[in-house]
C-alpha cells in the first residue's frame, strides 16, 4: 500500500516556495518615467456654482419620435463672475463629457413631466455637440425635493436675467438719448453763430448807405 505522505511533503514546500516569493525584499525599484501633475482646465474656472445635482439627462430625438438617454451625472447653473450670465452645464460622471451646456435666457421656463414630480422638461439651443440645436430635454432626479429645487432655481435664473436684460436696456437708451442731445447742442451754437454775422452783415451794409448820402450832401454843396 502505497503511503501518501511524500505528496504532503511536496505541497508543503511547494506552499513555502509560494510565500518566500511573496515576501517583501524591501527593494524599490524608480519609476522609468517620471509624470508630472498637468493643470486641466474645465472651462469653469471664472463662474460660480448656483446650484449642483445628480441627474439623468434625456433628449428627444425627434426623427425616432422618442425619447433618448444622454448620460447620467451632475447637472450645474454656473454664473459668470464678470458678465452675470448663467448657463446649464451638466457631465458624464464617467467619462466627464458634456451632455448640455447652453445659456439660461429669460424666455425660457420649466415645466413638470406629466405623471412624473421627478422630472422636468425644457426647450434649449443646446451647444453640447459642438454646434448649436434646438433641443428639448429632460431631466430626472432621484428625489421631488431635488427636482423642485432645480426648477424653483432654473426660474429665478430666468427672471433675474430677464431683469438685467430690461436694465441694460433702458441705460442702452438712456445713452442714446445724451448722444442725441449732445448732438443738436453744437448744432444750435452753430445756428447762433450763422444769426450773429447775419446781424453783422445787416449792420455793415446800413453804414455804406449813410456815407453815400453823405458824399451826396457834400457833392451839392
Not at 154 to 162: G, N
Request: charged residues 40%; contains cysteine.
Amino acid at each position: 500500500m502505497a503511503s501518501t505522505e511524500p505528496k504532503h511533503e511536496n505541497r508543503a514546500e511547494e506552499e513555502e516556495a509560494a510565500g518566500a516569493d511573496d515576501e517583501d525584499t524591501g527593494a524599490q525599484v524608480a519609476p522609468i518615467v517620471k509624470l508630472e501633475e498637468v493643470a486641466v482646465l474645465t472651462g469653469e474656472e471664472n463662474e460660480d456654482p448656483i446650484i449642483d445635482l445628480k441627474a439623468k439627462l434625456y433628449r428627444f430625438d425627434k426623427d425616432g419620435n422618442q425619447w433618448k438617454e444622454r448620460g447620467a451625472g451632475t447637472v450645474k447653473l454656473l454664473k459668470h463672475k464678470e458678465t452675470g450670465k448663467v448657463r446649464l452645464v451638466m457631465r458624464q460622471s464617467k467619462t466627464l463629457k458634456i451632455c448640455a451646456n447652453h445659456l439660461v435666457l429669460p424666455t425660457m421656463t420649466l415645466q413638470e413631466h406629466a405623471g412624473n414630480e421627478k422630472s422636468c422638461l425644457w426647450h434649449a439651443p443646446d451647444f453640447a455637440d459642438g454646434e448649436l440645436k434646438d433641443e428639448l430635454f429632460c431631466l430626472r432626479f432621484a428625489s421631488i425635493e431635488n427636482c423642485k429645487s432645480f426648477m424653483e432655481m432654473f426660474q429665478e435664473v430666468a427672471e433675474s436675467q430677464k431683469k438685467e436684460e430690461n436694465e441694460d436696456g433702458s441705460t442702452a437708451a438712456g445713452l442714446l438719448e445724451k448722444l442725441s442731445v449732445e448732438d443738436k447742442k453744437p448744432e444750435e451754437k452753430n445756428e447762433g453763430k450763422v444769426e450773429d454775422k447775419t446781424k453783422e452783415g445787416d449792420v455793415k451794409d446800413e453804414n455804406p448807405s449813410k456815407d453815400t448820402e453823405k458824399k451826396d450832401e457834400s457833392a451839392s454843396a
